[in-house]
């Protein structure tokens, strides 16, 4: 299966701080990279769809102001958490999806949990 | 949207022994992939199976797309199967999937 890197793995800020989380597709062109979040013992719920070279489409309840997403190339997508709180601790989780043999498959990040402070 | 649940939420079973898992879903998809999520939070790519049959290893997978559910069936079950398996399923052309809530197996020895 496809290989999919998040950076950093962990972070702590300090409460009021931006924190930029990077998704990178190692190993495939990615035409479109999703960004969730998940609470403990929580699902998976979908914050964003970004797509190379175009705005990112958000879910509704998901403030775009807040959450910036930017997908510079098909290998790289970034995920900016700005003037975070502590309400927005969380494990965050990309995927990197595409057609491949006909199908269309999302491989995921093994995610970022940031801690604010 | 789609509405996908998941069942048991809940399941803890002897080391050797089978399992089934389930998921319902509300409506017509082309995607249905089941995950496992290990305890570091990462979660691996079980089967994309939108209809139809598959198999790897102790693992297999049933999708009866005209009755809207997914089986996945864990065969003499390991310690390292242990985890929060999730069922996720999409439909359209964006890609989107919706996630189950989950069910969280523990195998003990």
């Known amino acids: 299966g496809a290989v999919v890197s998040q950076h950093p793995s962990r972070v702590i800020c300090k409460s009021g701080t931006s924190v930029k989380i990077e998704c990178r597709s190692l190993d495939f062109q990615a035409t479109t990279m999703f960004w969730y979040r998940q609470f403990p013992k929580q699902s998976l719920m979908l914050m964003a769809t970004?797509?190379?070279?175009?705005?990112?489409?958000?879910e509704q309840g998901v403030e775009k102001d807040k959450f910036l997403i930017n997908h510079a190339s098909l290998t790289l997508s970034t995920l900016t958490v700005t003037s975070a709180h502590p309400e927005d601790s969380s494990f965050y989780i990309c995927?990197?999806?595409?057609?491949?043999?006909?199908?269309?498959?999302?491989?995921f990040g093994p995610g970022t949990r940031l801690t604010v402070t | 949207g789609i509405q996908v649940e998941q069942s048991p939420p809940d399941l803890i079973l002897q080391e050797g022994a089978n399992s089934t898992l389930r998921c319902n879903f509300s409506?017509?998809?082309?995607?249905l992939q089941w995950f496992h999520q290990n305890p570091w939070g990462q979660l691996i790519n079980l089967f994309y199976?939108?209809?139809g049959t598959k198999q790897n290893g102790r693992l297999s997978a049933t999708t009866v797309a005209t009755e809207r559910y997914s089986l996945l069936y864990i065969s003499s079950s390991q310690t390292t199967d242990s985890g929060v398996y999730f069922c996720a399923a999409g439909s359209g052309n964006t890609g989107k999937l919706i996630f189950g809530q989950g069910t969280t197996l523990q195998v003990k020895p």
């Open positions: 970004s797509n190379e070279g175009s705005k990112a489409t958000y």
């Open positions: 995927s990197a999806g595409g057609l491949a043999g006909g199908y269309y498959e999302q491989y």
């Open positions: 199976i939108p209809s």
């Open positions: 409506d017509s998809v082309n995607n």
